[in-house]
């Protein structure tokens, strides 16, 4: 596990601050939950995979989709991305070199994750929709589904469920 410290000059406490990182002992191995957020857990990763999730975007395609995102920032996550195999670039030009950005299988994968988090988000703000089944428009609810027992599994399991 690694830690992020923000180093301060003692002598003028306006300089910039210098992260660095300190490797920490490793009590537990990490969770699946730490292993996730490692890869994806910021705000603009997740919103560029869920821009990615309608198929493969443009850099400047990317910018628009998702606002407020500086391009400098856009380029780490689409790197970071990239190296953690959730998603491609593919050359549509070459002079100069221009990529189109596509979510990989492990990428994909995330969808459903992505459709969790916004149905929480928007079941706690007043203007966020929620999803809804395209054919009849009625709010959908997500269940957790066993398929060798095959059947639903209730709330009160919830609690017991766990990774092996």
């Known amino acids: 596990m690694l830690v992020t410290i923000l180093e301060v000059n003692a002598q003028d406490p306006a300089a910039r601050t210098i992260p660095y990182h300190r490797p920490m002992p490793d009590l ?3 969770s ?4 996730a957020l490692a890869r994806i857990g910021d705000r603009w990763t997740l919103l560029v995979v869920e821009a990615l999730l309608g198929g493969p975007r443009r850099f400047n395609e990317l910018q628009r989709d998702v606002p407020g995102l500086a391009p400098n920032i856009l380029s780490d996550r689409l790197k970071r991305l990239e190296r953690d ?5 593919r050359p549509y030009s070459e002079r100069p070199v221009r990529l189109a950005y596509e979510l990989t299988g492990d990428g994909l994968g995330l ?6 988090l ?3 988000g928007a079941r706690r703000s007043e203007h966020a929709e929620t999803l809804r089944h395209p054919a009849c428009g009625t709010p959908l609810e997500a269940r957790w589904y066993c398929p060798t027992c095959a059947r639903v599994v209730a709330e009160d399991e919830a609690a017991d469920l766990r990774h092996l």
């Open 85 to 89: 195999g959730l998603i491609v670039g």
């Open 28 to 30: 537990d191995p990490p």
């Open 111 to 116: 969808a459903g994750a992505l459709r969790l």
């Open 32 to 35: 699946a939950l730490d292993e």
């Open 118 to 120: 916004s149905d929480w």
